[in-house]
C-alpha cells in the first residue's frame, strides 16, 4: 500500500484520526506492513461515507465537514468503532521484532491495542500512544484464539494472523478532541543482539593473540572469548560484544579489525561485516557450578548474531 510523507488533505473532508505504525528496525519508510478494515468496519465507512486514506505507515480517515457534528454528538462508546487489522509483508518480520511472545503464549499471537487505553504522547496534544510503553510488548500481546480478538477475525486470520489489531473507539478522544482529529501511534521495536565475530586463522598464526576490534564510533566494546577449532586444521578468534546491538536494516556501526604490535596499531580490516537477521542463536549461560544451575534456568537466553571473518 503506498505511503505518504504527512496527512493527506481531502477538500470538503474533516480528518478524524490518523494511525501510524512505526519501527525502529526500518529507518527509512518502508512498505512491512500492509492494513486492511475489518468486515464490520468496513461496512461502518461504507454507510457513512466516511473515507480511508494512506498516511505515513498506516491510514487516515476522514468524514464529510458537514457531517461531522452528526458524527460526533452524543456519542456513547460502542456506536461508532474502527477497527484495522496490520500484516506483515516481510517474513522476517518476527526475527527483528520485539517482543518475542512469553513461554507461556508460544502459538500465535497478535498484538492488540485500543484508543480506551491509549496514553498522550509527551509535547504532542493531539497525539496519543496506543500503548502503555513506549514501544509495544508482550504484555500487549493476545493469544489468537482469546475471545476478546473473535469479533475482529476473519477465518483465514487463524492461519496467517495480523501481527496488529487496532480499535478505536470515536467517543474516546476523537469525539471530544480538537477539530483536527486525533494521531494515534503504535511503536514497534527492534530485538536486540549481541555480536559475536569469528575471526578464522590457522593455528600457527601467532599474531591472533594481538587482535582487537575497535568501534571507530566509541559505542561498542568487544572482548576475546576464546578460540574454537575449525575444519581443516584451523581456528577461529572470538571476540563478543559486551553491549547488546538492536537490530536494523541499515547498521550505522563502524567496527575494524586491529592488530596491536611494538609500533602502535595496525588496521587488518578497515570496515568489519555487519550482523545478517538470518544468523541468530540463542546461547544460555553457561552453568560452572551446580548452585548455579536454577539461576541460569531462570535466565533469559542471550540473542547472539554470529559473523564469520576471513
Excluded at 60 to 72: I, S
Amino acid at each position: 500500500m503506498p505511503t505518504s510523507a504527512s496527512t493527506p488533505v481531502v477538500p470538503g473532508y474533516t480528518r478524524l484520526f490518523t494511525i501510524d505504525v512505526t519501527h525502529t528496525y526500518w529507518t527509512v519508510p518502508h512498505l512491512w506492513l500492509r492494513h486492511e478494515a475489518t468486515q464490520d468496519t468496513a461496512e461502518w465507512v461504507r454507510r457513512r461515507d466516511l473515507l480511508v486514506r494512506p498516511h505515513r505507515q498506516g491510514l487516515a480517515v476522514f468524514c464529510a465537514t458537514e457531517r461531522r457534528d452528526v458524527l460526533l454528538d452524543d456519542l456513547r462508546r460502542g456506536d461508532a468503532v474502527a477497527t484495522f487489522k496490520w500484516y506483515a509483508q516481510d517474513v522476517a518480520f518476527s526475527l527483528y521484532t520485539s517482543p518475542t511472545p512469553p513461554v507461556a503464549q508460544q502459538g500465535a499471537s497478535v498484538c492488540f491495542v485500543t484508543s480506551e487505553g491509549s496514553v498522550p504522547v509527551d509535547g504532542q496534544t493531539s497525539t496519543r500512544r496506543l500503548h502503555a510503553q513506549p514501544y509495544v510488548d508482550a504484555s500487549d500481546g493476545v493469544p489468537v484464539d482469546a475471545p476478546s480478538l473473535t469479533p475482529y477475525l476473519a477465518r483465514t486470520d487463524r492461519v496467517n494472523p495480523p501481527v496488529l489489531v487496532v480499535k478505536i473507539d470515536l467517543a474516546d478522544q476523537v469525539a471530544g478532541g480538537e477539530p483536527g482529529g486525533v494521531d494515534y501511534v503504535a511503536n514497534f521495536a527492534a530485538r536486540e543482539s549481541c555480536w559475536r565475530y569469528y575471526y578464522v586463522c590457522t593455528e600457527a598464526d601467532e599474531g591472533a593473540d594481538a587482535l582487537n576490534i575497535v568501534d571507530l564510533d566509541e559505542k561498542v566494546s568487544f572482548v576475546t572469548a576464546g578460540r574454537e577449532a575449525r575444519a581443516g586444521g584451523r581456528h577461529a578468534v572470538i571476540f563478543v560484544s559486551e553491549q547488546a546491538i538492536a537490530m536494523q536494516q541499515q547498521y550505522p556501526q563502524r567496527f575494524q579489525l586491529r592488530e596491536r604490535g611494538r609500533s602502535g596499531e595496525r588496521v587488518l580490516i578497515r570496515r568489519l561485516p555487519n550482523a545478517d537477521i538470518g544468523s541468530l542463536t540463542q546461547k544460555t549461560p553457561k552453568v560452572h557450578k551446580p548452585q548455579d544451575a536454577e539461576l541460569a534456568a531462570q535466565s533469559r537466553a542471550v540473542l547472539v548474531s554470529e559473523i564469520y571473518i576471513n
